[in-house]
């Protein structure tokens, strides 16, 4: 059974950081690719950031490209976001996810494992 627990979020004023954690339980993190996700209130869930199973491959969308950064370790068996500059409407709920391949994907239908999300507040 695999957990994902995030950690980090919470609130910060616009232009400001913040850096997400997601901590995996089990022992086939390092084998599968990883992506956090985000969930605004009346909003559908979106692709944030992915990474591989090794780390040397990442992917985000361009609107976000520049202002985050995905990373993992994987010898802590965790998965990081650095969040700079950010704005009132990156304001979600902020979800890490473990992908069932080793490459990244960007639809949530291809990950199989879940966090429990971690509330981001941006205030301008």
């Known amino acids: 059974q695999v957990q994902l627990v995030e950690s980090g979020g919470g609130l910060v004023q616009a232009g400001g950081s913040l850096r997400l954690s997601c901590a995996a339980s089990g022992r086939t993190f390092s084998s599968y690719a990883m992506g956090w996700f985000r969930q605004a209130p009346g909003k559908e869930r979106e692709f944030v950031a992915g990474?591989?199973?090794?780390?040397?491959?990442?992917y985000y969308p361009d609107s976000l490209k520049g202002r985050f950064t995905i990373s993992r370790d994987n010898a802590k068996n965790t998965v990081y976001l650095q969040m700079n500059s950010l704005k009132p409407e990156d304001t979600a709920v902020y979800y890490c996810a473990r992908s069932a391949r080793t490459y990244i994907q960007t639809k949530s239908q291809e990950y199989n494992y879940w966090g429990q999300g971690t509330q981001v507040t941006v205030s301008s």
């Open positions: 990474i591989n199973w090794s780390g040397s491959n990442r």
